[in-house]
């Protein structure tokens, strides 16, 4: 199973920080990736960033890149955190990790989703 959840409060003033977790229950044979992705309504799911079981292999979407950090804990690589900096309100969507195979930027390479967790970027 796949858990994301929020490091703080849901709603945040554009330019805050806001750190996101995936902790993953229990690893499946081969899911060797974790990615988080983003949707708002009517829109398709965005890639965001992913990183490998080994933390050697991670990708980031140019819109986040700079802005957003994908970390593995050292000590349990179930954890994979987002940290996100500078916040804009166009960041505001729910927000989901996953688990695959591969560090992929595409969502059907990814099996396991946790159930999301809404953040919103507003004055």
């Known amino acids: 199973e796949v858990h994301c959840r929020r490091l703080g409060g849901g709603l945040v003033q554009p330019g805050a920080s806001l750190r996101l977790r995936c902790k993953i229950s229990?690893?499946?044979?081969?899911?060797?990736?974790t990615g988080w992705f983003r949707q708002t309504p009517g829109k398709e799911r965005e890639f965001l960033a992913a990183?490998?079981?080994?933390?050697?292999?991670?990708?980031y979407s140019d819109s986040v890149k700079g802005r957003f950090t994908i970390s593995r804990d050292m000590f349990n690589k179930n954890i994979v955190d987002l940290q996100m900096n500078s916040l804009r309100p166009e960041d505001t969507a729910v927000y989901y990790c996953?688990?695959?195979?591969?560090?992929?930027?595409?969502?059907?390479?990814?099996?396991?989703w946790g159930q999301g967790t809404q953040v919103t970027v507003s004055s």
């Open positions: 990183n490998s079981w080994s933390g050697e292999t991670i990708e």
């Open positions: 229990s690893r499946t044979f081969s899911m060797d990736a």
């Open positions: 996953a688990s695959g195979t591969v560090v992929a930027n595409f969502d059907d390479m990814y099996r396991y």
